[in-house]
């Protein structure tokens, strides 16, 4: 069953900031590898053909990420076992540490495209009643030794 995901983060600088450049003049390469990664679904996009313009409450600085995968193996190969994985390591030039859960993952139906409503909703379950078959974030991972191994890089 396909596994959608929601990342939130909340980025030190606006998107507009030199300091910012290094993450903004990079969202289209690796927006492009992650639709050309095996797996790979479908991703949230706003006008700026990413999601730099979609926010929770209006925060210029809050960023959003929502996509759907095959599996949530797919996923992880996405993340840390391709060139995204060196932007994950330089994320704290970029982004503010923000509370957990951030981050969710959830299973759907073959050919739903979930909303960001539905995936807010998906990260209040995790925050109120932690992880289930319904919730979940890496932890869910039977074989989670390469996020476990870039993690701790």
């Given at each position: 069953m396909p596994v959608a995901e929601l990342n939130i983060g909340r980025v030190r600088y606006d998107v507009d900031d030199p300091r910012m450049a290094g993450f903004v003049e990079n969202l289209d390469r690796v927006?492009?590898?992650a639709e050309r990664?095996?797996?790979?679904?479908?991703r949230y996009q706003d006008a700026s053909g990413a999601a730099i313009e979609t926010s929770r409450n209006g925060d210029p600085r809050e960023l959003l990420n929502l996509s759907v995968w095959q599996t949530m193996e797919d996923l992880e190969r996405y993340v840390f076992g391709t060139l995204h994985v060196q932007f994950y390591r330089l994320k704290a030039n970029?982004?503010?540490t923000v509370p957990a859960p951030h981050f969710v993952m959830w299973p759907v139906a073959e050919g739903h495209l979930p909303t960001i409503e539905e995936?807010?909703?998906r990260l209040d379950e995790l925050k109120c009643t932690g992880p289930s078959?319904?919730?979940f974030g890496w932890e869910a991972l039977p074989n989670a030794a390469l996020w476990m191994k870039k993690r701790c890089a």
């Open positions: 927006n492009a590898l990664a095996e797996g790979f679904v479908w970029w982004f503010e995936a807010l909703d078959d319904r919730v």
